[in-house]
């Protein structure tokens, strides 16, 4: 699988700085696996990029960044919880790099809406990066700068950088809704009008 843009410049920093990760998921520690943690607007349009990818084990949709305990859907997608819609992703650090995951990070979100993505408006559909290690935040940090130097659009970067808390997985029917749902899933994504945006960003 090839990357480029941010990859070939991020690649070498991914390869210093990455260590084991800090999380505390048993899966994780045992199996040497890496978690990282993406906020970029309706989580079902966000497993999708990442579970085409090699060296990703699994893509959980979910909740974070917010003050109450296990949230539902209503509660987070009615505001005032705090949360944001993201993605918890497993990968295997020796198939594939978190600069990668970065990458396919930028290339799917709008990155100069700070409280909404696409049609879906709200503090619970912001972008944001959750960083589980100093390591990840480093990494973070130096793409963002590089895509706020090289961005073709005159928008500024709102997308928010913070350390992860915890994460609730959702309800069932929200895992792997693309697979389940197809045809839903394709309507929403097209009358949302998310390829749209993301064409007209990113070429």
Known sequence: MKYIGIIGLLTFSAMVLIGPSQASSPNTDKMNYEKATFAGGCFWCMEPPYDKLEGVISTTSGYIGGHTANP??????????GHAEAIEVIYD????????LLEVYW??????????????????YRPEIFYHTV??????EASKKLIEETKTFPEKIA???SA??????????????YQKNPLR???????????????????
């Open 159 to 161: 997308t928010e950088i």
């Open 72 to 81: 539902t859907y209503e509660e987070v997608s009615a505001g005032g919880t």
């Open 185 to 203: 899933y394709k309507f929403y994504r097209y009358s949302c009008g998310r390829d749209q945006r993301l064409k007209e960003l990113w070429g």
């Open 135 to 140: 390591e990840q935040r480093q990494l973070i």
């Open 107 to 124: 290339k799917n979100i709008d990155p100069t809406t700070p409280d909404r993505q696409f049609c879906d408006h709200g503090d619970q």
């Open 93 to 100: 650090p020796s198939k594939i790099t978190y600069a990668a």
């Open 164 to 177: 992860a808390m915890e994460f609730y997985p959702a309800e069932d029917y929200h895992q792997d809704y």
